[in-house]
């Protein structure tokens, strides 16, 4: 029964536009309206990066659920662990309406939401008030659209949150954010991560804990800027990598419309470049340096791709807008299906077996 409940539901949510569909999602999740995990957890899907312990590798990833209003709904429902935000230190309203449009024929989505959050007070707010602190909750900070000082506002999300994150992903890749993306440009980020180390090594010493801090990058750098970006991402000390965010490239489409929309396409149109730069990326970080792979993820076989094109963990999001919240188990029961096809006892085991045949490729082809 549950199947054709969550059809219907899904069918009904495309009837709205995307975004008060994304709205009404969230209240079902507040609301306990969604269901659960039904199967028991694989351990051969766990994973433990960190000092955190991720009971299997599938992420929620930032722009759900930006204020932090359902990250306890999103594990329950079997995520391995969810993330909050982006999240700057101002609310602030992001881009006008509409900014989030459903690309069907091609399994994708454009948005230019452009930050739109309620601010570190209010995240925090929710945050202490979780009535569990367990799982894995982690939280991408960025920086007002009008920010004097961007560098200031990175800084002022780790002191905000290093008490309460399980991880910190410093966002500089999304595209609706005039100027964002320049942060990914050697001597801005240089100066960037310099200080947002800085200020996750003051909060150590009073909280105790080392929390990871992951760069978020974008699908569209040139390779020359990819060495740069992971070289900066090394030499500075940060604990992993969240490869990619949206796409800019239009290249491919079938829908006929909303293509021509502003902002960053993300969804399975984003699938082949998204993990070609993930496989670049491992090749330039090497073997040690976790990476999450995100970008079209929408079933097991593109998962396991993933894995083996390099990634630790992953994250999905655009793929449950087309496919509903069933896609989560259907992923992970895919995932351990493979690991039995391919006689392997965890997925760090199947990780970089087609590194070298992504790495090859070129995004632009």
């Known amino acids: 029964m549950f199947p054709l409940v969550q059809k219907l539901g899904l069918g009904l949510l495309h009837q709205m536009d995307a975004e008060t569909a994304h709205?009404?999602?969230i209240k079902a999740l507040k609301a306990g309206l969604v269901g659960s995990a039904a199967k028991p957890a694989d351990p051969r899907?766990?994973?433990?990066?960190?000092?955190?312990?991720?009971?299997?590798?599938?992420?929620?990833a930032a722009g759900f659920d930006k204020n932090g209003e359902v990250p306890d709904a999103l594990l329950h429902l079997g995520f391995g662990y969810a993330e909050v935000g982006s999240v700057t230190p101002r609310a602030q309203a992001g881009n006008p309406r509409p900014r989030v449009f459903r690309l069907k024929a091609d399994e994708g989505v454009i948005n230019r939401y452009g930050f739109n959050n309620a601010g570190h007070q209010a995240l925090r707010s929710r945050l202490e008030g979780r009535p569990s602190q367990r799982g894995v909750v982690g939280?991408?900070?960025?920086?007002?659209?009008?920010?004097s000082d961007r560098v200031a506002d990175y800084v002022a999300g780790i002191h905000a949150f290093a008490d309460l994150a399980s991880y910190f992903t410093v966002n500089v890749s999304s595209p609706n954010t005039p100027g964002l993306r320049n942060l990914q440009a050697r001597t801005a980020l240089a100066e960037l991560l310099t200080a947002v180390i800085s200020a996750r090594d003051e909060r150590t010493q009073v909280i105790g804990r080392h929390v990871p801090v992951l760069l978020k990058i974008a699908p569209d750098v040139l390779e020359e800027e990819l060495a740069e970006i992971v070289e900066e991402v090394?030499?500075?000390?940060?604990?992993?990598?969240?490869?990619?965010?949206?796409?800019?490239?239009?290249?491919?489409?079938?829908?006929?419309?909303?293509?021509?929309?502003?902002?960053?396409?993300?969804?399975?149109?984003?699938?082949?470049?998204s993990t070609i730069m993930l496989a670049?990326?491992?090749?330039?970080?090497?073997?040690?340096?976790?990476?999450?792979?995100?970008?079209?993820?929408?079933?097991?076989?593109?998962?396991?791709?993933k894995i083996t094109a390099g990634a630790d963990l992953l994250q999905v999001y655009s793929a449950l807008t087309?496919?509903?919240?069933?896609?989560?188990?259907?992923?992970?029961?895919?995932?351990s299906a493979k690991l039995d096809q391919h006689g392997l006892a965890n997925l760090r085991e199947a990780?970089?077996?087609?590194?070298?045949?992504?790495?090859?490729?070129?995004?632009s082809d």
Do not use: C, Y
């Not at 994973?47 to 599938?58: I, Q, S, T």
């Not at 991408?140 to 920010?147: I, L, R």
């Open 23 to 25: 709205s009404v999602t």
């Open 45 to 60: 899907l766990e994973a433990a990066l960190w000092d955190l312990r991720f009971p299997n590798p599938l992420g929620m």
């Open 139 to 147: 939280v991408n900070v960025g920086a007002n659209k009008d920010a």
């Open 234 to 273: 090394l030499a500075k000390g940060l604990e992993g990598l969240i490869v990619s965010n949206t796409t800019l490239s239009r290249a491919g489409l079938k829908s006929t419309n909303h293509t021509e929309e502003a902002g960053g396409l993300s969804g399975r149109p984003v699938f082949r470049r």
């Open 280 to 305: 670049k990326a491992r090749k330039l970080a090497g073997p040690q340096l976790p990476i999450i792979g995100v970008g079209g993820i929408d079933s097991a076989e593109s998962a396991w791709t």
């Open 322 to 335: 087309h496919k509903g919240t069933g896609l989560i188990g259907e992923i992970l029961t895919g995932l």
């Open 351 to 363: 990780r970089d077996r087609n590194l070298d045949a992504w790495a090859n490729l070129d995004p």
